[in-house]
C-alpha cells in the first residue's frame, strides 16, 4: 500500500477518513498518535487542509487525496480525477439569508443585485450566473454567518451539514445548491503509471 | 528600484538552464533529422482564418491583434495546424509522405495563479500521407528515440483512440446531447460525474457497466482482449500499430482506453506522455486525418509535440530520483 502516497484531509473528514484507511489496509496508527506531524513515509499519508488537497494531487506530490465535493466545486479548473464518491462527509452548498422576509430578494429586486458573502466565491459566481441573478459576491475567510448579522451583505452561500450553526445564528436556508461528500481524486499520470495500486483501492473502497 | 516585471505565464531563460537545454534539444533534432524530418519553423503569428481549420475553442489562442488592414493576427497556440497550412500549400505537388519536424514556442493563454505558461516551446514531428497504422508507429517510434535521446528513462507513452468512445456512445444509440455531457465529464476526468450522467441514461445493466468499465481499462496488451464488439475496430487497430513497433519502442507502450484528448481534429490513435517524475503529461500527439482535407487537401496524417521545458524539469527529477 505504502506504494502510493496519499494525501489526506484534517478536520471533519479527518477521522472518517481514516477510518477508512483502516478498511482497505493501510495502517493510521500512527497518524492518530501524531498531531502535530504531517508526512508519514511509512503508510504513505501526507495529511493537510482540505483545500490543498487537490494542489499536491494535481502536482503529482501525492498520488491519491480525499476531499470534499466542495473543495473540487471550488477549484474545478484542477486537473485531476474524480474516482469515487465515498459516501461519507455528506453536507449541502445553501444559500442562506436572515429569517423572516427574504433580504437578498428584495436587494435584488430594488437595488438590481445583492451582496453575498462566501468562502466559495467561485461556486456563489457561477451560481448566481447560471441562475439569471446579479451578485457580488464578498469573500471572506472566517465565520461567515457574521457577514449578513453585522450587515456586510444580504446572504451567504456556505456549506452546512445539520443547519445547527445557521439557525444558532437566525438564519433560514433558501436554496440548495449542490449535495456534497468526500471524493477520492487521483493524479492523472499516477493513474495511468501506478494503475494497479489505484484499481486495488478503488476495489477496496467499493466504488467498483 | 524600479522592478520591471515580465508577463505571468513568461520567463527568461539564463545561461546555465539554456546550456542544458539546448544540449537536450541538439539530441532530439538529430533524432529527427536522422528519421527524416526537416525542421521548419512557421510564422508566429498566422491570420485567425487559418487557425481556425483546426479547433479554435480547444486550442486555445489567447493574443490576437489586428494588422494594418484590419485582418485578425493570432498567436499559433501549436504547430500542428500551421505545418497542415504547409503542407497544402507549400507542397501541394510533391508526392506524399511528407516529413517535418520543429523546434518553436506556442501561445495559449492562462488561467489565473496556476502556474501555467503563455508561451513554451514544443519540440514535435508532423507525418503527412502517411495513414494508420504504419504511420502511427513511425510517429511513435521517433518520438520514444527522441525521448531516449534526452536521457528520460522511466517514460511511459499511453495510447488511446479518439473514436473509441464517441463510437461506442453511437453503437449503444446514446442520444446526441448525453453523449455531449458524458464526453465532457470523461475529458475532465470526473468518474463520479461520469457515473451520475450514464445511470440518467437508464440503459441496460451491461450497456450502462461498459460506459463506466471501458474509460477506466489501462495497461498492457491483455486490456484490448475480451472488448465488445463495438470495441473491435479500434482495438484492432491498437493492435496493428503495437505489432509494427520494435521491442523498445513496444515496451513503453501502456493502453488506455479512457484517454481522450480535448483537441477536436483528433480522429484516431492519441498518444501522451508520462513520467513518473512529472504530475503532469510530458508530451502528446495523434492521428488527424481530416485536418488536411480543411486545407484543401486530403491526406491521413499523425503527429506529436514535445514540451520542451516540462521534458527538462522530468529529467532533472529522474536524475534526483536516481542520485537520491
Not at chain 1, 468562502?119 to 449578513?148: C, D, M, N, W
Not at chain 2, 505571468?8 to 529527427?32: K, Y
Not at chain 2, 442520444?175 to 460525474?193: K, N, S
Not at chain 2, 482535407?293 to 514535445?306: L, Q, Y
Amino acid at each position: 500500500m505504502s506504494a502510493l502516497r496519499i494525501a489526506v484531509p484534517r478536520g471533519a473528514l479527518f477521522t472518517p477518513t481514516l477510518g477508512l484507511l483502516d478498511r482497505i489496509g493501510v495502517d493510521t496508527a500512527e497518524v492518530r498518535e501524531n498531531d502535530r506531524k504531517l508526512l508519514f513515509a511509512e503508510s504513505g499519508i501526507v495529511t493537510m487542509r482540505p483545500s490543498d488537497v487537490p494542489t499536491y494531487v494535481e502536482a503529482g506530490a501525492a498520488d491519491l487525496g480525499i476531499t470534499g465535493k466542495d473543495v473540487l466545486m471550488e477549484q474545478s479548473e484542477r486537473e485531476v480525477y474524480e474516482l469515487a464518491d465515498l459516501g461519507y462527509g455528506h453536507c449541502t452548498m445553501v444559500l442562506a439569508t436572515v429569517a423572516g422576509e427574504d433580504r437578498a430578494a428584495e436587494a435584488l429586486r430594488r437595488l438590481g443585485v445583492m451582496r453575498i458573502a462566501t468562502k466559495y466565491p467561485r461556486i456563489a459566481a457561477r451560481h448566481f450566473l447560471e441562475t439569471g441573478r446579479q451578485a457580488e459576491i464578498v469573500e471572506v475567510k472566517g465565520s461567515v454567518e457574521l457577514a449578513p448579522l453585522a450587515g456586510l451583505v444580504e446572504g451567504i452561500v456556505d456549506l452546512t451539514a445539520t443547519g445547527a450553526t445557521l439557525r444558532e445564528n437566525g438564519l433560514v436556508v433558501r436554496e440548495e445548491i449542490a449535495r456534497c461528500s468526500a471524493r477520492l481524486i487521483a493524479n492523472p499520470v499516477a493513474h495511468k503509471l501506478k494503475a494497479e495500486a489505484i484499481d486495488a483501492v478503488l476495489e477496496r473502497v467499493g466504488a467498483v | 528600484m524600479v522592478v520591471d516585471r515580465i508577463p505571468s505565464g513568461t520567463r527568461d531563460v539564463l545561461p546555465d538552464e539554456m546550456r542544458e537545454l539546448r544540449a537536450m534539444t541538439n539530441r532530439i533534432r538529430n533524432v529527427f533529422e536522422a528519421a527524416g524530418y526537416g525542421e521548419v519553423y512557421t510564422p508566429a503569428l498566422e491570420y485567425e482564418n487559418t487557425l481556425a481549420r483546426g479547433d479554435l475553442r480547444a486550442a486555445r489562442p489567447a493574443y490576437r491583434v489586428f494588422d494594418e488592414h484590419g485582418n485578425v493576427l493570432v498567436l499559433r497556440s501549436d504547430m500542428t495546424v500551421p505545418i497542415a497550412r504547409v503542407a497544402a500549400t507549400r507542397y501541394s505537388h510533391v508526392a506524399p509522405p511528407l516529413r517535418f519536424s520543429y523546434l518553436a514556442h506556442a501561445y495559449r493563454g492562462v488561467r489565473p495563479q496556476r502556474g501555467q505558461s503563455r508561451e513554451f516551446l514544443q519540440a514535435g514531428v508532423e507525418l503527412i500521407g502517411a495513414a494508420a497504422p504504419e504511420g502511427t508507429a513511425e510517429a511513435l517510434t521517433v518520438l520514444c528515440a527522441a525521448l531516449d535521446a534526452a536521457g528520460l528513462e522511466t517514460y511511459r507513452v499511453g495510447l488511446g483512440d479518439a473514436s473509441l468512445f464517441p463510437g461506442l456512445l453511437e453503437a449503444l444509440h446514446v442520444p446526441d446531447t448525453a453523449r455531449e455531457r458524458i464526453l465532457t465529464e470523461l475529458v475532465q476526468g470526473d468518474f463520479v460525474g461520469l457515473q451520475r450522467e450514464v445511470t440518467a441514461l437508464g440503459l441496460a445493466g451491461g450497456d450502462a457497466e461498459l460506459l463506466l468499465e471501458v474509460p477506466r481499462l489501462r495497461g498492457g496488451p491483455e486490456v484490448l482482449d475480451a472488448l465488445p464488439n463495438p470495441l473491435r475496430n479500434p482495438a484492432t487497430g491498437m493492435r496493428a500499430v503495437h505489432a509494427l513497433l520494435n521491442p523498445q519502442t513496444a515496451e513503453r507502450i501502456i493502453f488506455d482506453l479512457g484517454l481522450v484528448r480535448s483537441l477536436g481534429y483528433y480522429t484516431g490513435a492519441v498518444f501522451q506522455v508520462y513520467d513518473p517524475a512529472l504530475g503532469v503529461s510530458i508530451g502528446s500527439g495523434g492521428r488527424y486525418d481530416d485536418l488536411l482535407g480543411r486545407f484543401g487537401r486530403p491526406m491521413p496524417a499523425v503527429g506529436f509535440a514535445v514540451n520542451v521545458e516540462r521534458l527538462h524539469i522530468a529529467l532533472a527529477g529522474e536524475e534526483r530520483g536516481r542520485s537520491g
